[in-house]
């Protein structure tokens, strides 16, 4: 599977972007997607994750209820709206596909696929 990601960018605090993901390739070996971000010194850490099946919807604490992951199963894409950004979001962010498993949706060694990374700086 590759995944190419697109939307990211520099946006003041309090404002909002919309990043997608699409995937190619062996795309039905994927029941779940995720996305993961990396601050400059900081570990990849889990953002969130969507299980095509039932598309159920999964957060990390930090971005619950100010970010929305969503799919378009047809499209093999996976979007990620964030609103009320803040400087602490500013990362890499990275796309991710793989199998589904309910205990370890949140670690990175879930997800077998990729993508490079699109860069989101927040303002103050």
């Known amino acids: 599977v590759q995944l190419v990601e697109s939307g990211g960018g520099l946006v003041q605090a309090g404002g909002s972007l919309r990043l997608s993901c699409t995937a190619s390739?062996?795309?039905?070996?994927?029941?779940?997607m995720g996305w993961f971000r990396q601050a400059p010194g900081k570990e990849r850490e889990f953002v969130a994750a969507?299980?095509?099946?039932?598309?159920?919807?999964y957060y990390a604490y930090s971005v619950k209820g100010r970010f929305t992951i969503s799919g378009d199963n047809a499209k093999n894409t996976v979007y990620l709206q964030m609103n009320s950004l803040k400087p602490e979001d500013t990362a890499v962010y990275y796309c991710?596909?793989?199998?589904?498993?309910?205990?370890?949706?949140?670690?990175?060694?879930?997800?077998?696929?990729w993508g490079q990374g699109t860069q989101v700086s927040v303002s103050s």
């Open positions: 991710a596909a793989g199998g589904w498993n309910s205990g370890t949706y949140y670690e990175a060694t879930t997800y077998a696929s």
């Open positions: 390739g062996r795309t039905f070996s994927s029941a779940a």
């Open positions: 969507i299980r095509w099946s039932g598309a159920t919807t």
